[in-house]
T-cell receptor
Framework: DTGVSQDPRHKITKRGQNVTFRCDPI?????LYWYRQTLGQGPEFLTY????????KSRLLSDRFSAERPKGSFSTLEIQRTEQGDSAMYLC??????????????FGQGTRLTVV | DAKTTQPNSMESNEEEPVHLPCNHS???????IHWYRQLPSQGPEYVIH???SNVNNRMASLAIAEDRKSSTLILHRATLRDAAVYYC?????????????FGGGTRLMVKP
């Protein structure tokens, strides 16, 4: 399978714990995006990388959230001191090149986080 | 960001055509109209996009109004596997191309 891969698929954690998610984009894609989706809502943009540079962060990305893409390949999203409001599906997407008409985003299946 | 308006839900019978509308009255001249769909327990999946002219691909057709203030996604023969939430998104041309703003989408239910 050469699609976007996310790990783990599901994570249950206690409030206050730290969690880290991993995303492996399609290999030749230089752009990587993180989104969050709560139940019944559409995905909301969090942040994106071009290669290893983090170029944009949403105001949704509080100080407890940090994302990295150290070698311009896989990316990690860490949430520190989790809160119940962090419970959501975290989606990763990748695309090729700069924004242009044809560079659609390819999404992974997401990591579902439940904070108890 | 330019916004889109879609019905919350629609129903269709299997093997019949489905027309999913989207209003985007504040669209700018450089906004592309993109459609994604999200099947249950899956990430969103690209369906089709266009700028001014109608577009066809293997999944669907996109009909764009002459004034570009609305568009319609057409599934020619709905199958049970087409049951999903369909999102109409305006995507600006440029570096921010895939910082997508999803609305609530239209939940399509397909009856056998």
């Amino acid at each position: 399978d050469t699609g976007v891969s996310q790990d783990p698929r599901h994570k249950i954690t206690k409030r206050g714990q730290n969690v880290t998610f991993r995303c492996d984009p399609i290999s030749e894609h230089n752009r990587l995006y993180w989104y969050r989706q709560t139940l019944g809502q559409g995905p909301e943009f969090l942040t994106y990388f071009q290669n290893e540079a983090q170029l944009e962060k949403s105001r949704l990305l509080s100080d407890r959230f940090s994302a990295e893409r150290p070698k311009g390949s896989f990316s990690t999203l860490e949430i520190q001191r989790t809160e119940q409001g962090d419970s959501a599906m975290y989606l990763c997407a990748s695309s090729l090149g700069a924004g242009g008409a044809g560079t659609e985003a390819f999404f992974g299946q997401g990591t579902r986080l439940t904070v108890v | 960001d330019a916004k889109t308006t879609q019905p919350n839900s629609m129903e269709s019978n299997e093997e019949e055509p489905v027309h999913l509308p989207c209003n985007h009255s504040t669209i700018s001249g450089t906004d592309y109209i993109h459609w994604y769909r999200q099947l249950p327990s899956q990430g969103p999946e690209y369906v089709i996009h266009g700028l001014t002219s109608n577009v066809n691909n293997r999944m669907a057709s996109l009909a764009i109004a002459e004034d570009r203030k609305s568009s319609t996604l057409i599934l020619h023969r709905a199958t049970l596997r087409d049951a999903a939430v369909y999102y109409c998104i305006l995507r600006p041309l440029g570096n921010a191309g895939n910082m997508l703003t999803f609305g609530g989408g239209t939940r399509l239910m397909v009856k056998p």
